[in-house]
Nanobody, 121 residues
């Protein structure tokens, strides 16, 4: 089994910054893509940013130029640096990882429990 634990959420004023972290642990042989998704109240979960094991990144149009995703493969950790935050960024942010499970020996998709980001105007 694999666990993803997010941290770094909180309350921030518009224009401020937050840094989210997510660490994967457990039965991990390797991790392919990692990413951040978010779900605002009354809306569907949407992708925010993803990063491959090789460092290739992809961002939602709404966060380009403001958010930066990065990862530390040695620590099985992905980060999301969020700058110039807007009230519309308010959501629960979820970490996702495509993990090659050590025991199962095939890729599995795992999710964290989420961390709340609230941006006040």
């Amino acid at each position: 089994q694999v666990q993803l634990v997010e941290s770094g959420g909180g309350l921030v004023q518009a224009g401020g910054s937050l840094r989210l972290s997510c660490t994967a642990s457990g039965s991990i042989l390797s991790i392919n893509a990692m990413g951040w998704y978010r779900q605002a109240p009354g809306k569907q979960r949407e992708p925010v940013a993803t990063i491959t094991s090789g460092g290739r990144t992809n961002y939602a149009d709404s966060v380009k130029g403001r958010f930066t995703i990065s990862r530390d493969n040695a620590k099985n950790t992905v980060y999301l640096q969020m700058n110039s935050l807007k009230p519309e960024d308010t959501a629960v942010y979820y970490c996702n990882a495509d993990v090659l499970d050590l025991v199962l020996r095939f890729p599995m998709d795992y999710w964290g429990k989420g961390t709340l980001v609230t941006v006040s105007s």
